[in-house]
């Protein structure tokens, strides 16, 4: 009778035995000089990479001092650009340009009187991101129900496109609530795009979609990894973006993805404390300009590289109806202005990074700022900490009821690097708290996707929304300060942590550059 745990420990054995011998084989003098070449190579390549310091530093220790396992680890996660898809990647957002009416606002008065924030706009358009842009109306949602009640009525308003891409599509209550409805939109007629991260919605099989693919929809995944070919860049970057357009006129972004963990039905404590947006009028235009970009590049197949030709090919018949222009009406009475500000490894500025830096150091009343995630680089961190010097109200609220244990250990040594240059911390406590936003000064609002770490600022795509208005501002400041009233200011002379905890959370920070 066969006996696989038997056969498979003989095996193991007889590998082990047989590298022992190739080790008692070669000479030790061979070994140092295959080690050493290594390392020289190792060194070289990182070098060339031109990374910061840092991150140059920590991947050549973990060379040196993981020899077998640092080629597979930095293979996986060390790459920083989209490479091996960049010229598909360009490509499509080359022929997106194409589809796309070009069409610059005049500033409105708020920003150009005021100098900081037009300087600010310039900076991300500088990168190739659309100017700030009217819109009719701009609404925060801080409850994740009352976000998706609001999502899924105007899906149920379509009459002719409904574009949705998702890091995060669970099949569960709320995931399977949106696929039915988006099905039964189909089904009247409307066309229905739905792109999902490959590894973010991996529980989501072709099982789940086929209600909605039957119905004339259509589902792409992003990089999805290949088993055979074990690409890095498919593993490696994520499309983190949390994006709705519907009919070109009404869009949705921030943090919330579509997972009953996020709603209060959800039996989990009241759901995860998030905040979406939700935008109206000539905005939206720029996220479905971000979709239509991410749309033809997740469904250029397994082609390295791709012609004008077969581009056009993948075009959507509809194309002409996604780009609507606004009515003269709505130009003539715009609502507050949103510069959307999108960026990705496959970009050589991390735009939204830049973005946030400036509007940083721009600042001279406040910063306040909530994130899941708290890894900042160290252009960041001095431009926080340099802030509080200039007598700025630097404020961060971060979650005690943290998702990812490993992250919230290195992000703790960065609250206590911060607390211990005068810059107060809360952690929220009654629940997980996942917003992503920014309130600068009087007139400054940003939400969305981007958490405060490296990860998002160079390795993931992500989106934000800017918004230049003092009315909505002032909204987000009354969210702030209620999530602070359910917080608890840390101290950094707290906690006499053992040496166990400060080794692992030490560690923890050496990882800052991919977390």
């Given amino acids: 009778m066969f006996d696989l745990p038997t056969q498979l420990a003989q095996t193991f054995r007889s590998a082990a035995a047989g590298a022992t011998a190739v080790w008692e084989f070669i000479p030790g003098q061979v070994w140092i000089v295959l080690y050493a070449s290594w390392i020289a190579g190792s060194v070289m390549f990182i070098l060339l990479q031109r990374r910061r310091p840092t991150a140059t530093m920590a991947w050549i220790l973990g060379f040196i001092t993981l020899p077998l396992l640092g080629a597979p680890i930095y293979y996986f996660f060390g790459p920083r650009k989209l490479l091996r898809r960049k010229v598909r990647r360009e490509l499509a957002k080359r022929y997106a340009s194409r589809l796309v009416p070009t069409s610059r606002d005049h500033l409105p008065p708020m920003l150009a009187s005021r100098r900081w924030l037009s300087s600010l706009a310039r900076v991300a358009t500088a990168y190739g991101d659309a100017p700030p842009k009217p819109a009719r109306a701009v609404r925060l949602y801080m409850e994740s129900d009352i976000a998706y009640e609001q999502m899924e009525a105007a899906m149920r308003r379509a009459r002719q496109q409904i574009h949705l891409e998702y890091y995060i599509f ?27 991260d490959a590894l973010g919605s991996k529980n989501c099989k072709s099982r789940f979609w086929q209600p909605l693919t039957e119905a004339g929809g259509e589902v792409r995944l992003f990089n999805p990894p290949k088993v ?16 709705i357009v519907i009919d070109g006129a009404t869009a949705f972004t921030g943090g919330l993805n579509v997972t009953a963990t996020s709603s209060g039905s959800s039996g989990s404590g009241g759901g995860w404390r998030d905040t979406h947006l939700s935008i109206e009028g000539a905005p939206a235009l720029d996220l479905q300009m971000i979709f239509l970009e991410d749309w033809l590049y997740a469904g250029t197949g397994n082609t390295k590289h791709m012609s004008m030709d077969e581009l056009l090919m993948n075009t959507p018949d509809d194309i002409g109806r996604w780009f609507p222009q606004p009515a003269p009406q709505e130009a003539n009475t715009p ?47 001095t431009a926080l900490v340099t802030a509080k010097a200039r007598g700025v ?32 911390v809360w952690e929220y406590t009654p629940r997980m708290i996942h917003a992503k936003t920014i309130v ?36 987000l400041a009354t969210a702030f300060e209620h999530d602070l009233a359910g917080a608890v200011q840390l101290r950094a002379e707290h906690g006499k942590e053992s040496f166990a905890l400060r080794l692992v959370k030490s560690a923890a920070r050496l990882a800052a550059p991919v977390l």
């Fill in 440 to 475: 600068i000064d009087d007139e400054l609002a940003i939400v969305g996707t981007a958490n405060f770490d490296n990860r998002s600022f160079r390795l993931n795509f992500e989106v934000v929304a800017a918004v230049y208005d003092a009315g909505l501002t002032a909204e």
């Fill in 393 to 424: 109200d630097v404020r961060l609220i971060l979650p005690r009821l943290g998702d990812s244990r490993f992250v919230a250990a290195a992000a703790s040594t960065f609250a206590e690097e911060v607390m211990t240059e005068g810059v107060p």
């Fill in 228 to 243: 055979l070919k074990l690409r890095a860049s498919l593993l490696n970057f994520r499309t983190h973006r949390k994006i």
């Fill in 170 to 196: 669970q099949p569960d209550d709320v995931g399977t609530r949106w696929r039915d409805l988006l099905a039964a939109k189909a089904r009247e007629g409307v066309a229905v795009r739905l792109l999902v």
């Fill in 335 to 381: 609502g507050p202005w949103v510069q959307i500000v999108a960026s990705g490894p496959d970009e050589t500025i991390p735009s939204i990074h830049r973005f946030f830096f400036t509007a940083i150091s721009s600042a001279r009343r406040r910063i306040w700022i909530t994130t899941p995630y708290f890894v900042p680089d160290e252009p960041m961190l």
